[in-house]
């Protein structure tokens, strides 16, 4: 009995165009890095599989007033 191949999936990075590997089951806001560019990576469409840059949180500031 042989083993089951199992398919890597891959994906392009949207900084450099290298490919980066995700894995036979990639799942929607998995993160990824791309080993060529160090860019953060989030999978953001799953057919075909689509990374982009993960966004990052924005801050609510107001918890920070200074006193003058």
């Known amino acids: 009995m042989s083993p ?3 398919n890597i999936l891959k994906a392009e990075c ?3 165009g290298s490919y ?4 036979p089951h990639p799942k929607m806001h998995q993160r990824f ?3 060529a560019c160090d860019a953060e990576l989030v ?3 799953l057919e075909p599989v689509e990374l982009d840059y993960e966004e990052e949180e924005e801050y609510d ?5 200074e006193e003058y």
């Open 61 to 65: 500031y107001s918890d920070f007033e």
């Open 4 to 6: 089951k191949k199992v």
């Open 20 to 23: 980066v590997n995700i894995g």
């Open 43 to 45: 999978v953001v469409w």
């Open 33 to 35: 890095s791309c080993n």
């Open 14 to 16: 949207p900084g450099c």
